[in-house]
Nanobody
Framework: VQLVESGGGLVHPGGSLRLSCAASGFTFSTYGMSWYRQAPGKERELVATITSHGAGTNYVDSVKGRFTISRDNAKNIVYLQMNSLKPEDTAVYYC?????????WGQGTQVTVSS
């Protein structure tokens, strides 16, 4: 299993970024996927989840209405569209899949929201 995140960067408050997570090594279309984030000095927190075919999504309250998780099962990619970014969204963002009772993580991508 390999997960590779990309798309992070430095953005001003109110700006947007789209994160991507390219997956390989498993049957992507049969697994739900998740995005997490970890800010300095804080625990890793769940940001958003999506079911295997994309019909169901869930978000942590702090990002509802601003972030959108989606997936392209033909390309084996899960996305996180982040709009109206705030400084408190600054964190390393990770994608995760749980497979055979084990969690697999990507290496993370840094998102910094600052003026």
């Amino acid at each position: 299993v390999q997960l590779v995140e990309s798309g992070g960067g430095l953005v001003h408050p109110g700006g947007s970024l789209r994160l991507s997570c390219a997956a390989s090594g498993f049957t992507f279309s049969t697994y739900g996927m998740s995005w997490y984030r970890q800010a300095p000095g804080k625990e890793r927190e769940l940001v958003a989840t999506i079911t295997s075919h994309g019909a169901g999504t869930n978000y942590v309250d702090s990002v509802k209405g601003r972030f959108t998780i989606s997936r392209d099962n033909a390309k084996n990619i899960v996305y996180l569209q982040m709009n109206s970014l705030k400084p408190e969204d600054t964190a390393v963002y990770y994608c995760k899949v749980k497979r055979t009772s084990r969690n697999y993580w990507g290496q993370g991508t840094q998102v910094t929201v600052s003026s």
